[in-house]
Nanobody, 122 residues
């Protein structure tokens, strides 16, 4: 079992930056691929970024490529999402997730955090 707790969301102006953190419980954190997803009101949950269990591979949605960076610190059992050059369309609840493979579908992830709100004003 893995429990995930996100933090770092908030209100930011367009062009600004935020860093989301996702703290994982348990000693098996390093075994899991980690992903970030987001869900805006009235929309389906969409993939943002994923990182392999070793941290050696990352993959991003086209909409965030070049602006967002996913990373992980196994010593701290934490995965991060650095978000730069934020746009109003990035506004959503952001969720981190843990799974066996670094996929882009929510169905590939077994554990989810409660989410953190990111609001980008124009």
């Amino acid at each position: 079992q893995v429990q995930l707790v996100e933090s770092g969301g908030g209100l930011v102006q367009a062009g600004g930056s935020l860093r989301l953190s996702c703290a994982a419980s348990g000693r098996t954190f390093s075994r899991y691929a980690m992903g970030w997803f987001r869900q805006a009101p009235g929309k389906e949950r969409e993939f943002v970024a994923t990182i392999s269990s070793s941290g050696g591979s990352t993959y991003y949605a086209d909409s965030v490529k070049g602006r967002f960076t996913i990373s992980r610190d196994s010593a701290k059992n934490t995965v991060y999402l650095q978000m730069n050059s934020l746009k109003p369309e990035d506004t959503a609840v952001y969720y981190c997730a843990a799974g066996n493979w670094p996929g882009t579908s929510p169905r590939m992830y077994d554990y989810w955090g409660q989410g953190t709100q990111v609001t980008v004003s124009s």
